[in-house]
């Protein structure tokens, strides 16, 4: 019988470490998928993405992708990279991003407002796309933010005003879009220059009225 129970003592631990690896894995697996999601929805002509396996345990092992101790996704860098495609909601699933890196590809459609899940995001930089649509409210919620990169696209709309609550902000550009209203004046945007807001034809300069103004022109 004391054999039986040590047996058994046995097996249940190994079960029980086998149970514990898996649920560790859960995460990083979750976010290989996310990613693998943004692979498939892109055009790859020079097969920069060739690497991501979506049979691997995560996507710590995948060339333009940092992972912390942890195995979580840290940085994206795909910049500069030939690219074309549309960006996916399931990019808001990728917990601990910290850099954004997609500038300088031909990437279409709008930006999801899942990316203001994104709450460790320090950099966004989507700059030199084709990218349309509004920015959306929800990346106010990103209150790590330091670098918002949107220039050069085909962004309509307004700057929405929940970035200005984001006080970590240091660099923001929106400059070569078709963007409306009023630039804001409170918050971070008392000092990023003017010429981080040119060639939008129908944003107009800050107001005595600041915020009240906003939506001029929409």
Not at 9 to 31: C, H, R
Not at 77 to 86: A, E, I, P, T, V
């Amino acid at each position: 019988m004391a054999v039986l129970t040590e047996i058994s003592a046995g097996t249940l631990t190994v079960t029980l470490t086998i149970l514990g690896f898996l649920a560790s894995s859960v995460v990083p697996n979750s976010e290989g998928d996310a990613l693998y999601t943004l692979r498939r929805s892109l055009l790859d002509p020079d097969n920069v993405l060739q690497s991501w396996d979506p049979t691997l345990v995560n996507p710590c092992t995948w060339f333009h992708i940092t992972c912390n101790q942890d195995n979580r996704v840290t940085r994206l860098d795909l910049g500069n990279s030939n690219l074309s495609g549309h960006l996916v909601p399931e990019l808001g699933k990728l917990k601990h991003l910290q850099y954004l890196e997609l500038y300088k590809n031909s990437i279409q459609g709008s930006i999801p407002a899942e990316l203001g899940n994104l709450k460790s995001l320090i950099s966004l930089d989507l700059y030199n796309n084709n990218i349309s649509g509004t920015i959306p409210p929800s990346v106010g919620k990103l209150k790590s933010l330091v670098f918002l990169r949107l220039n050069d696209n085909r962004l309509s709309g307004q700057i929405p005003r929940e970035l200005v609550g984001i006080s970590s902000l240091k660099v923001v550009d929106v400059s070569n879009n078709d963007l409306c209203g009023t630039i804001p004046t409170s918050g971070p945007f008392e000092h990023i220059p003017l010429n981080n807001f040119e060639n939008n034809p129908r944003l107009e300069g800050p107001e005595l009225q600041g915020l009240v103004a906003y939506g001029k022109n929409c």
